[in-house]
């Protein structure tokens, strides 16, 4: 795999940091990272994996945007209301580099779905709002022994950890057995 | 100086809204004893009915898990912390 | 703002990974509280006993989420078993009704928070969080109209109340966010 040259002009200060150089900057072209939930953690999760260059992000949500995502889902502008959230955080990626490759995936992350989909990328990152998914993917990640960058949110706090049993890490049932009761206000 | 507990934005309504309650203990049991006895709604969301931290709720003791030391008859002092982690998800949350 | 701080400490693990540089956030908890602007650090370690990946797993294969997640306090008392239909009004009929009964009083059961957004005129504020029939100051003989939301807080007070031997109860099917809809343009939604 090789640069062309829009993409070393584009990639030019990442290939002059030791830390980076065009060996890592191959490396990240080379990624395939799956992200689950094209919201509000999903939106600067897509652009900015987007802009460095990963080479293939796939995006997983079934949700269209709506009105009051747009205060906060920043991928997503007035006119994409309406539309699918994958279908419009594809669009916002690829407008800022459209050099990498976006698949969108407009369905519910399933049992019957999931692992097939895992096998195809090397990093899974978690974006979901629900325990359901949260333990779904946590147990598909560690069966295809993929590394899973996990991140919640509630009001103002923030949680973000590495799930990497395989690289002799914790999972996310090591970190909370159980999910909580349900949400005591309904509606 | 007591023990400071650090009460995650999940559980804040039971504590008027405070984002720490100092208390004064020798072990992280009685360091809950003291807060529950202060703020009694807060108790069946942070412990099941055999008084056992529910599993969606971590404790830290100065940022390592009591589950890996002695528990809630781990000892504190004065200056200690102790942090309380809910499972968060999105929008929804343990309570 | 939150998801965005968070999420992009997400894409930097990502991208630390890829380059398999750096110290990973593995087996490290990262907390950051954006009232406090702190970030904390706790331990996580890998559990003997996790379902999953510990020495004895009894996951050994995908489950079923909904169930695993389908779980609940175990309350003081379940809410009662009434027929629902037979107290349900649309945004139109409870619009008609609380305007001819002279005795009808209107409950919000919402949080101050979305009282403060918008309200039905002349209700009370009763939130379900506080909730008591006994001390709410309502008279079991009058009429009462409750609505929330979307419908179903209301429908759980509305259940208390009954318990209690209120007889003349009322709730508002979809709650505010339909009678926005159906009865009143001009009230926000939220």
Not at chain 1, 31 to 40: C, Y
Not at chain 2, 77 to 84: A, L, R, T, W, Y
Not at chain 3, 23 to 37: E, T, V, W
Request: hydrophobic content about 40%.
């Amino acid at each position: 795999m090789k640069l062309n040259n829009e993409e070393i002009n584009r990639y030019s200060r990442h290939l002059t940091l030791p830390e980076v150089g065009m060996a890592g900057q191959l490396k990240m072209k080379e990624a395939k990272v799956l992200m689950i939930g094209a919201g509000g953690l999903g939106s600067p999760l897509g652009m900015y994996l987007g802009a460095v260059g990963v080479g293939k992000l796939g995006l997983v949500d079934f949700d269209v945007v709506d009105h009051t995502n747009l205060h906060r889902q920043i991928a997503h502008a007035s006119a994409d209301e309406g539309r699918s959230k994958v279908d419009s955080l594809r669009d916002t990626i690829l407008a800022g580099n459209p050099n990498i490759e976006v698949e969108v995936y407009n369905i519910r992350l399933e049992r019957k779905n999931v692992l097939e989909l895992f096998h195809q990328y090397d990093i899974i990152a978690d974006g979901s709002d629900n325990f359901e998914t949260r333990y779904l993917i946590n147990d598909a990640a560690y069966f295809t022994k993929k590394p899973l960058v996990s991140a919640s949110i509630f009001r103002f706090q923030g949680q973000i950890t590495i799930f990497a049993p395989k690289s002799g890490g914790p999972c996310y049932r090591c970190l909370y057995s159980e999910p909580p009761p349900a949400a005591l206000v309904p509606s | 100086m007591g023990i400071v507990i650090e009460i995650p934005s999940a559980l804040k309504q039971y504590v008027n809204n405070q984002d720490e309650v100092e208390v004064q203990a020798s072990s992280v049991e009685e360091a809950f004893e003291s807060l529950c006895a202060d703020y009694a709604e807060l108790k069946p969301n942070l412990f099941d009915d055999n008084g056992k931290v529910r599993n969606f709720i971590n404790v830290y003791l100065n940022d390592d898990d009591i589950r890996y030391s002695e528990g809630m008859s781990s000892s504190v002092e004065d200056g200690d912390c102790i942090q309380i982690v809910p499972s968060i998800a999105g929008g929804r949350c343990a309570a | 703002m939150l998801p965005g701080v968070v999420g992009l400490i997400q894409a930097t693990e990502i991208i630390k990974l890829i380059l398999e540089d750096g110290i990973p956030l593995i087996g490290r908890l990262l907390l950051y509280d954006a009232m406090k602007m702190k970030f904390k650090e706790v331990r996580v370690r890998k559990d003997p006993e996790c379902a999953l990946c510990g020495e004895h797993p009894s996951v050994t294969e995908l489950v079923d989420y909904q169930a695993f997640c389908d779980i609940h306090l175990p309350g003081p008392v379940p809410p009662i078993d009434i027929n629902e239909d037979l107290y349900e009004l649309s945004p139109q009929e409870f619009k008609t009704a609380i305007e001819q009964d002279p005795s009808a009083v209107l409950v919000d059961v919402r949080e101050r928070f979305e009282w403060d957004i918008c309200r039905i005129d002349g209700a009370r504020l009763l939130p379900l969080s506080k909730f008591d029939p006994d001390t709410c100051g309502l008279d079991p003989e009058s009429s009462i109209y409750l609505y929330c939301y979307m419908g179903k807080r209301s429908m759980l007070a509305l259940k208390e109340l009954k318990r209690a031997g209120f007889n003349n109860l009322k709730n508002l099917t979809g709650g505010i966010d339909l009678w926005a809809v159906e009865v009143d343009s001009d009230m926000p939604r939220y």
